[in-house]
């Protein structure tokens, strides 16, 4: 039986996050094309380069995988063919417009995902265009706004934040985007239809809820949609933050930050050279932490991390293989430490501990196939396996990972954006082969 209350979508993308947002330009008709003198490595991708270059989404990107390429780096090497970033006129991936495919995008945070939510005066860990969707090069957004910055910079989150809302106006994505929109659950549709999801959602102003169904589902809900909770005894005390901002939010002079992560790294940091007393707890050894700083030290503010270590430490308290037992009313913290339980009187504390994908979003599809992805740079998750030539769950037939959760693509956005041309190709054929 029909039911007019679920509004249906040929495609819903869960996630606004850079993720998200390069499928969603792309089904919106922003089609890929290589222009000009490119080369690939082998004789045989350069052909079929040549052969689809005014239209790639059309190659059949098993041809690739069956005869050992990576089809994410088909368009990544078009898009990133060096290191550096590349003058305007050197581009040879161009995008035309074509029709546009019914999706619409349901997502907590505005464009740009998790960078809405990191400290305020966040950099990158990369050059600012490796954070770019190719549909709209960051330099050209950098130019329009009137914003003197080098593109091998590192990027502060507010122009990569002003830059994810730019693209969705540029592009004419806005209209299908839908903001402060939580998804609860995913299930598959039980009717006998081509639909294949039924997608439940709550509307976080004001609680009503709204379910929708859809044909193909692109899971982009990032690292850190289930955060992690530290369940230790007075968590709830006013002066516990569950996230860093900025050190005006926190005026007090005693700060206990917890954590061990990037995150929790920053904060501590900035924390410090502001002027207030840090004491930092990691349950890691110290030595993992000195290698992840060693690691760094190309970032300024990892070689900050080394001149703070090598100085006096005095606002600096660092408490390794230790962690938090419980927090007091009157902001006592209780800390076991390898040579026994401390107490620690703050003004504030900081849990900055991370967060996990949220895959309980699709528990009544039953196990998921995961890849364990560890890195030097110390993002860890489970990563959702996927066909690699589609970016396809090898799981949910129809469900496709995109951003920073699907296998395959390497941890930040140079990494992942590629696989939205893998998707959004797919759909676009299946739907076709549907019509
Ligand atoms: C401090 C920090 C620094 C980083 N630095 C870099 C860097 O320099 N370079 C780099 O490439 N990467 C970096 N990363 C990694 C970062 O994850 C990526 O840059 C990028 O944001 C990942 O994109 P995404 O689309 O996969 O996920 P996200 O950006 O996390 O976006 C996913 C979005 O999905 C939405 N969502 C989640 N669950 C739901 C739900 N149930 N219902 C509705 N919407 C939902 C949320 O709005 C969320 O913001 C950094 C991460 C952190 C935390």
Known sequence: MKNDHIKHHNVIIVGGGPGGLGVAATLEGWHPIFKGDYKFPSSEVQRLAKQYENNPLALDMHALLDNGHRPIEFFRMRHHPTQEALPPDKWTLEFTKRARTDWLMLTTDSPGGLWNNVPREQMTLGPAHWMELAHYPIGKFYQETGRARDLDDLAHRDDLIDYYKAFTRKLNLENHIRTGVKITKISPALEKSRKAFIVDSVEQSTGRTKQYSCNHLVFAVGPRSAVRKLNVKGIQHEYISSAYTHPDDYPGERVVVIG??????????????????????????????????????????????????????????????SKVTSFERDGLVNIATPEGSIVVQADHAIVE???????????????????????????????????????????????????????????????????????????????????
């Not at 066909?387 to 949910?396: G, K, L, M, R, Y």
Request: hydrophobic share 40%.
């Open 260 to 321: 061990g992560g990037r995150s929790a790294d920053w904060a501590a940091q900035e924390l410090h050279d502001s002027g207030r007393s840090v004491v930092y707890v990691m349950r890691q050894e110290a030595s993992s932490h000195l290698n992840l700083i060693s690691a760094s030290q190309y970032l300024p503010y990892y070689q900050r991390w080394a001149e703070i270590l090598t100085s006096e430490q005095e606002r600096m308290g660092l408490l390794y293989s």
């Open 353 to 435: 501990i991370g967060g996990d994908p949220d895959y309980g979003l699709l528990s009544s599809f039953g196990d998921l196939t995961f890849h364990k992805k560890r890195d030097n740079f110390r993002f860890q998750l489970n990563q959702m396996v996927v066909d690699q030539a589609t970016f396809e769950s090898v799981d949910i037939p129809h469900l496709y990972a995109a951003g920073y959760i699907a296998q395959g693509t390497g941890l930040s956005v140079i990494g992942f954006h590629a696989g939205c041309f893998l998707i959004a190709g797919d759909i676009l054929s299946k739907s076709a082969e549907a019509e």
